[in-house]
């Protein structure tokens, strides 16, 4: 038996309930895999923020460091602005604990319709590679004049050859492994950021020369999120910076069908520090309490948490039980065009698996 320490956030809307089925489905698999979980909940998030004017405690990283993993549900509240929600929790645990790999994968699953027309089942699989800890999201940056008429703000982005390199390279390697045409794509926009995306392009043609049996191309962002609508089946695995990987992994979830199914993975490949796995259809708050939230991001973030951890047979298990119910489609939430509930997935999961 083999014990894996979790560090649970269920943080807000509807992320406590679907994070309450990917917990089922992971006990569930538990006695036939040999593991045996250790959970411990962390009740951080916007509760937590309106009782103590932060997202979690001060020493919240040091708790956190503790686990392996961090499963989280969703961050952010209709009453805090997503700045406070997403600087006071998520993107801290991400730089601190350098989950410099933001993993999400695309793909268009049988009995699931793709808002594109045309597009038959596998006709979209890509795999995003999102760089996680710089780039236009790095915290740099000032106001002067806040609150003034001729209020000033200065955002920097950050690109290091380093920070580049090393995610470029982690896609590189994602391609070699995937049974796929052996395709990497390049996203950018050196044409007018001509100094940040400048170094990324750099380090693309330099990660490149290491990986002659990878084909590559370079495209800039807007000609990228095009194709990611007119001809998706033309892409293998994209690499793009924070902010690019951001807009292009929203686009991927809802060409194959639901942001329901959007899993994701923070990844720190060197497993110095925990990563984290989270579905990335945040809180939807217009549903939440309801019932009727899509779990199957959550049990399939699960699922890549399990390869994380070197449990491929049960992280298979899990992956085909979800594809079969979908496939199936009689027990699907309305998302999906079904009617079940939230739990009612979580227990038809279980009860399909192998």
């Known amino acids: ?62 708790q956190l460091a503790k686990s ?89 982005g950050v690109f290091t050859r380093y920070g580049c390199e090393r995610v470029i390279t982690y896609a590189f390697e994602a391609a070699r492994k995937r049974d796929k045409k052996k395709l990497v794509t390049s996203v950018t926009k050196s044409n007018a950021l001509g100094f940040g995306m400048i170094v990324w392009d750099r380090a693309f043609e330099r990660v490149a020369e290491g990986y002659p049996d990878i084909e590559t191309q370079s495209l800039l962002i807007d000609a990228a999120c095009m194709d990611f609508i007119r001809r998706p089946e033309t892409f293998d695995v994209v690499v793009a910076s924070n902010l690019f990987g951001d807009i292009l992994t929203d686009i991927g979830a809802i060409i194959t069908g639901s942001m329901g199914l959007a899993a994701s993975a923070n990844i720190d490949p060197e497993r110095r520090f925990p990563s984290m796995f989270e579905p990335v259809h945040g809180t939807a708050p217009d549903i939440e309490g309801k019932g009727i939230a899509n779990p199957m991001a ?40 079904g009617s079940s509930s939230t739990s009612q997935v979580g227990d038809a999961v279980v009860n399909a698996l192998g």
Request: without cysteine; glycine residues 10%; negative net charge.
């Open 68 to 156: 392996e993993v961090v499963f989280l549900g969703a961050v952010g509240h209709p009453d805090i602005q997503d700045h406070i929600t997403l600087s006071g929790l998520l993107l801290p645990i991400r730089r601190s604990f350098d989950q410099y790999v933001n993993e999400r994968p695309s793909v268009l699953y049988p009995g699931v319709s793709s808002p594109l027309k045309g597009k038959e089942p596998f006709d979209i699989d890509m795999l995003v590679i999102r760089e996680n800890t710089e780039g236009e999201y790095a915290p740099v940056g000032g106001f002067q004049y806040l609150d003034m008429p001729q209020e000033l703000a200065v955002q920097s």
């Open 298 to 337: 959550a049990i399939l973030s699960g699922s890549m948490m399990l390869r994380h951890l070197g449990h491929d047979d049960a992280a298979d298990n899990i992956d085909n039980a979800v594809f079969g119910l979908v496939e199936q489609g009689e027990i699907l939430t309305p998302d999906l065009g």
């Open 1 to 62: 038996m083999v014990e894996h320490s979790v560090a649970v956030i269920r943080g807000d809307g509807i992320g406590t309930e679907v994070i309450e089925e990917g917990i089922k489905v992971l006990n569930a698999v538990a006695d036939e895999y040999g593991i045996a979980w250790s959970f411990t909940e962390h009740p951080w998030g916007s509760d937590y923020y309106f009782e103590n004017g932060s997202m979690m405690p001060a020493d919240g990283l040091e």
